[in-house]
């Protein structure tokens, strides 16, 4: 712990020396810049660091070295084509200065949702149409439903941005991507770091009546999307929706009307995902692992590290596993609310283990509700501390206390034991003097 601390120190120190605003930023970049673009993922930092390891774009040269103000500019460092952009695996190193925003023309004219529509699409129409009195409780089908489908895919192409293999996007002090989807598909060795990101909106929400006993809006876009890759590490981010958040949306058939989905999920067999030092504020659902219950090509893949996060006003998904071995430690927890559903989500053959993490809880969370069963069997839990309605800290047992009210029970042993950790792991009381001041964007000295 000696060691962790001293850390933990140096760092701090170094965040005290705070670079230059963008408006004032001098160019070209500060040193520090420089140093952090190319910094690649610790040894045993988290399941990342497994293989060949998670280095980015640190060897970019200076022709794919670029500093971005724009979509068109991010599209542009990118590889220069958003379609083919994922297939891009050169080396690149990209800084974020200031706000992009992925509802912005390559002309740079702001866009909406009327803009992305199809003609044939009204949201009126669709109510109209596809209300359960009239339509009944069956999936839609028919012109309308296409014609939201085509609009779907009119934002996808514009606010789906695609990164390829072998790259770094890092934020300089302030730097936001709002109303984008970072996608990495298919790709290997990236990071993403410094950045906050902001109302990752769907203009176009599914209904989905059999979702549920009374159905629900389904969105499409994550914040970030972590899909058929290996060795991504994401690191001191901000996730959040902003001033658009769900709570402020309609509802239409007696369901809240959702335009956001996750912050971060890793899905479609992914694996060797770090994600630590982030900050999700605010939203809803958080973090996805594994999409379907389907067993086939996910099993044994998966495998994610979720470390020094601090997860504040969120309501589930902190992380929702399937399938993976997703080491979750040292993160602190600051739930409650009306909206508040559960943390740890244990879904079908997944293999969490859950060490020293801190949940500060409003007085109505039971600490036996931050677990939810979605079908898994085990759920390996130690060290866990809770502070509730303002009270001190104690150890609490989450997993015998979620045992101790609802059946079946969760066995206590995950069947495996994590060795890709970088720092001894703290006390959960430890964690709001070093997680709530050092997790999220604008923490690194840049």
Not at 65 to 89: F, I
Not at 138 to 144: C, F, Q, S
Request: overall charge negative; some cysteine.
């Amino acid at each position: 712990m000696r060691r962790t601390l001293a850390g933990a120190t140096v760092t701090a120190l170094l965040l005290v020396a705070a670079p230059a605003s963008a408006a004032t930023r001098p160019d070209p970049l500060p040193w520090s810049a420089h140093q952090l673009g190319r910094q690649t993922l610790p040894d045993r930092d988290g399941w990342a660091a497994a293989g060949p390891g998670t280095t980015g774009g640190a060897a970019a040269t200076a022709e794919r070295t670029r500093v971005v103000r724009s979509r068109a500019e991010l599209v542009a460092a990118l590889g220069g084509d958003n379609a083919g952009n994922a297939a891009d695996a050169t080396p690149k190193l990209i800084y974020v200065d200031g706000t992009v925003d992925g509802f912005e023309s390559a002309d740079g004219t702001p866009l909406g949702c009327a803009e992305l529509a199809d003609p044939a699409y009204r949201l009126q129409d669709y109510l109209a149409t596809y209300d359960p009195a009239v339509w009944g409780r069956v999936a839609p089908t028919g012109p309308l439903e296409e014609a939201r489908v085509r609009s779907v895919a009119n934002q996808t192409r514009q606010t789906q941005i695609n990164v390829g293999s072998n790259t770094t996007i890092i934020g300089l002090r302030g730097a936001r991507l709002t109303g984008l989807t970072l996608m990495i598909d298919r790709a290997s060795n990236v990071i993403v770091r410094n950045l906050t990101f902001a109302d990752a909106r769907d203009c176009f929400p599914a209904w989905s009546p059999t979702d549920g006993d009374a159905g629900n809006w389904n969105s499409q876009y994550d914040q970030i999307s972590v899909r058929r890759s290996e060795n991504v590490w994401v690191d001191h981010n901000t996730f959040t929706d902003g001033d658009n958040p769900d709570s402020a949306q309609p509802s239409y058939f007696g369901r809240p009307y959702q335009v956001h989905d996750g912050s971060l999920d890793v899905t479609h067999t992914a694996s060797l995902v770090t994600a630590s030092w982030n900050r999700f504020t605010g939203r809803d659902k958080l973090m996805l692992i594994g999409s379907s219950n389907t067993v086939g090509p996910d099993v044994g893949r998966l495998k994610v590290t979720v470390h020094h996060n601090l997860f504040d006003g969120v309501l589930q998904r902190l992380p929702r596993v399937r399938f993976g071995q997703v080491d979750v430690y040292n993160n602190h927890y600051r739930l409650g609310g009306d909206g508040f559903q559960y943390a740890l989500g244990v879904g079908v053959q997944s293999a969490i283990y859950a060490e020293s993490n801190l949940f500060t809880l409003d007085p109505t969370v039971d600490p036996g509700d931050l677990l939810y069963d979605w079908g898994g069997t085990a759920l390996t839990e130690r060290g866990s501390w809770v502070r509730q309605g303002g009270g001190p800290a104690r150890p609490v047992d989450l997993l015998a206390a979620y045992n101790a009210g609802h059946d079946p029970d969760l066995a206590v042993d995950a069947g495996w034991t994590p060795t890709l950790r970088r720092d001894p792991v703290l006390p959960a009381p430890l964690l709001p003097l070093l997680v709530d001041p050092l997790a999220g964007a604008d923490r690194l000295p840049i």
